[in-house]
Nanobody, 120 residues
Framework: QVQLVESGGGLVQAGWSLRLSCAAS????????MGWYRQAPGKQRELVAT???????KYADSVKGRFTISRDNAKNTVVLQMNSLKPEDTAVYYC??????????????WGQGTQVTVSS
């Protein structure tokens, strides 16, 4: 089992910045991907940004140029720096990790979620 612990959400005004952190712990052999998703009320959960083994990053079009994801493989942590926040960024943000065990089986884990609210 792998546990994901998130921190850093909160209430900010439009144009401000927030930094979300996520730390993975537990039975980790290898983390193939680690990133952030979000879910706004009445909407489906969507990808915000993710990092894939080898250094590849992927961003939602709506956050490109404003959000930056970084990962520390040694510490099994991922950070999402969110700048120029907009009211439409308001959502519960979930940390996600895709791991692989010693025999090649993949597992998908989620954090408990952290609320980000951006006021106009």
């Amino acid at each position: 089992q792998v546990q994901l612990v998130e921190s850093g959400g909160g209430l900010v005004q439009a144009g401000w910045s927030l930094r979300l952190s996520c730390a993975a712990s537990g039975s980790i052999f290898v983390i193939n991907a680690m990133g952030w998703y979000r879910q706004a009320p009445g909407k489906q959960r969507e990808l915000v940004a993710t990092t894939i083994s080898g250094g590849t990053t992927k961003y939602a079009d709506s956050v490109k140029g404003r959000f930056t994801i970084s990962r520390d493989n040694a510490k099994n942590t991922v950070v999402l720096q969110m700048n120029s926040l907009k009211p439409e960024d308001t959502a519960v943000y979930y940390c996600n990790a895709v791991t692989q065990n010693q025999v090649g089986v993949f597992f998908n884990y989620w954090g408990q979620g952290t609320q980000v609210t951006v006021s106009s």
